[in-house]
């Protein structure tokens, strides 16, 4: 991704091309590949980039079935967002990209949920660990403080995670994380999480409250570490893998974006999770993880009057 693709809508266009259709032209209507003709006119009273599909006759540009689709901002202003939503690890704000792209605060934050939503994984990503491998599984509370909210909104029975959104996460040591919102810490919930997204045979580091000891006998050799009584690292045994994704999603929740709904905060545990998974530590540097982020603009849509849902899956 060159610099000159964040300032020509054409290069961008050009580029996103070459990058999404390394075979040539694929159709979103019927899914042909490379069967597709560039309209060309003397008058130009067609946009650019479109082409028509010689198996179903339907046209079709690059942005048509992606989060792009029926945008009027220029696509390099898109791919420039992206960039800087993936570089900045702690989160870059809509008020920065208003700011930084020239585009309204609504068109900022809009862009960023689309964003986000491509960098969210698919239904089927497979399960972390395996024979061998450790895991660490924690929760923790995304909310303010009681002490820094309106007084009249402040609540003396909100004690730790009440009143807060809670957090649950899996790291695979020196490998993924999967981060969801969920509506209670519970064996009850957490059990069917854990299941379905780590494998039996890995190695489970937990902390020692009581849905983990419950959960812990379903894998292949379950760790706890009491922190209650100031036990953190036992050998192998430690959350500290986890414990620093959650620094990391604080810092940028707290000091980046201050508030995230709870209708949202999906989205920005996809955006944290992301840039954790494509990190420089596994050889992925600021425009190879933009890039990767771009592969997953296809097949999602998020519209004004449904932020809350995706159209076409994923």
Not at 108 to 133: N, Q, V
Not at 262 to 273: I, M, S
Request: charged share 25%; aromatic share 8%; proline share 3%.
């Amino acid at each position: 991704m060159q610099n000159e693709v964040f300032q020509d809508d054409t290069k961008a266009r050009e580029w996103l091309e070459a990058h999404l259709w390394p075979n040539g032209p694929v159709c979103p209507h019927c899914g042909t590949i490379n069967e597709a003709t560039l309209i060309r006119g003397e008058k130009r009273s067609h946009r650019d980039g479109l082409y028509m599909c010689n198996a179903c006759r339907q046209q079709f540009t690059v942005t048509v079935g992606t989060i792009f689709e029926r945008s009027h901002v220029p696509l390099n202003k898109w791919l420039y967002a992206t960039f800087l939503l993936c570089a900045s690890k702690k989160g870059i704000s809509s008020h920065q990209l208003h700011r930084m792209l020239a585009v309204t605060y609504k068109t900022a934050w809009f862009m960023s949920m689309r964003i986000r939503e491509a960098m969210r994984e698919g239904k089927f990503p497979g399960r972390l660990g395996g024979d061998g491998k450790m895991a660490e599984a924690d929760e923790t509370y995304v909310g303010g403080r009681e002490k820094n909210k309106h007084r009249r909104k402040r609540r003396s029975d909100n004690i730790g995670g009440m009143g807060k959104e809670p957090v649950f996460s899996i790291v695979e040591r020196g490998g993924k994380v999967r981060s969801q919102h969920v509506p209670e810490v519970s064996a009850e919930t957490l059990r069917p999480l854990l299941q379905t997204q780590l494998d039996a045979k890995t190695v489970l580091m937990t902390d020692g409250e009581g849905q983990y000891r419950i959960i812990g006998p379903l894998f292949a050799k379950h760790e706890a570490v009491n922190h209650g009584i100031g036990e953190y690292v036992r050998g192998d045994a430690h959350t500290n893998t986890v414990e620093s994704y959650f620094a990391t999603l604080k810092r940028g929740i707290t000091g980046t974006y201050h508030h995230v709904s709870q209708q949202h905060l999906k989205r920005y545990l996809a955006e944290f999770d992301f840039r954790y998974n494509e990190r420089s530590a596994l050889g992925v540097e600021d425009r190879e993880r933009a890039a990767k982020a771009l592969k997953g603009i296809v097949g999602k849509r998020v519209t004004y009057k449904r932020p809350g849902n995706a159209r076409l899956g994923a």
